[in-house]
């Protein structure tokens, strides 16, 4: 099994005084790993497969940079079960910059909100690319490719989704749950995917914003 590990950078503000922390704080964080609060980990490589842990990596609070490396999954103890990849969790956690393949879902956001999701790509995954479970998060050029779910499902409310790519999803590109209020969904692209390029899962027209996007199929005529 092959995992590469990744560097945590911790900066020290006590006071008016800022500290410097020598290179001895930097620490290692395999799969299975969290980003705690006020946290920035930065990946040094790629990290996987990841296999046997609820996610490969849980953010809570922090920042995790992928520095444009692959977080994997793999099945490898024959379970039947694959780690979500990379799980967002408390406020204002973010993950950026990178990719994550073949895990149960790519990316979840959960958690109090206010989370980043921004320039990751989630492909190939089992289920959903990025799912959005928690309210007032942004999620902002991903792209979502040849999922076994939806590309994007947003679950909870007051969430922009802009400037994204769904594309050869097994379902729907984009689906906004029928109990998702206030959801902004504009300038994505969603097409060739296997069911709606935009799907409104039955909310009304007026309960999430859609506007100019790109797509080949729609649910609704005010999909836009």
Known sequence: ???NAMTVYRGLLAGLAVSLLP???????????TVGPGETVTLTGDLGPCDDVPAAITV????????G?????????????????????????????GTVT?????????????????????????TD??????????IKGNTAAGNGDEGFDV????????????????????DVASNARKNKVVRNISTGNGAADLQDSGAPCKSNTWRKNTYGSRTSDCLK
């Open 129 to 138: 690319g990025v799912q959005i479970r928690s309210d007032k998060n942004k």
């Open 1 to 3: 099994m092959r995992t």
């Open 155 to 174: 679950l909870g409310s007051r969430n922009k989704v802009t400037g994204n790519t769904a594309t050869g999803n097994s379902s729907d590109g984009i």
């Open 60 to 67: 809570e609070g922090g920042t995790l940079d992928l520095g």
């Open 102 to 126: 073949g895990c149960y879902s790519g990316v979840r956001v959960e958690g109090s909100g206010k989370a980043a999701v921004t320039g990751v790509t989630a492909s190939n995954n089992a």
């Open 69 to 97: 490396f692959t977080i994997f999954c793999a099945d490898t103890d024959g379970d039947d079960r694959l780690s979500v990849g990379v799980e967002l969790g408390g406020t204002k956690a973010q993950v950026r910059n």
């Open 23 to 33: 290179c001895g704080a930097w620490a290692q964080v395999a799969c299975g790993g």
